[in-house]
């Protein structure tokens, strides 16, 4: 059976090196992509299983990158998980009905990740 693969998309270097460290010791094969733009153009090469996605991002932000994706082929969209710093109602409910599954308050951790992961079918 093959590793899942994650795609990480965060402008932040160091969510995106704690990420794949987390996902990586549970076999996730992992990418990565500094923004939304690249997040599309991997999720189209790559496609994932799981994304996590952070909503704040130069050149294209989280939520656009999700509706894009959708729109494209909302079929087989992979697991997406907002890793976002955003906690206001509205953007999480915006999030949920783009086609994300579930929704993670930075900072995280690892028991929080895999919790999420788990309760979504990804692990």
Not at 38 to 54: H, Q
Not at 74 to 87: G, K, Q, R, W
Request: aromatic content about 4%.
């Amino acid at each position: 059976m093959s590793a899942k693969v994650c795609l990480v998309v965060d402008d932040s270097a160091v969510v995106r090196k704690l990420s794949r460290r987390m996902l990586e010791k549970h076999g996730f094969e992992v990418t990565e992509a500094v923004n939304g733009q690249e997040g599309l153009e991997a999720c189209r090469a790559v496609k994932p299983d799981v994304v996590l996605l952070d909503w704040n991002m130069p050149v294209m932000d989280g939520i656009t990158m999700l509706r894009t994706l959708a729109a494209e082929d909302a079929e087989h969209l992979p697991h997406v998980v907002f890793c976002t710093t955003e906690s206001e109602m509205s953007r999480i409910c915006a999030a949920l009905e783009a086609g994300a599954c579930e929704y993670i308050m930075k900072p995280f951790d690892e028991d929080i990740l895999l919790g999420k992961l788990t309760q979504i079918g990804a692990m």
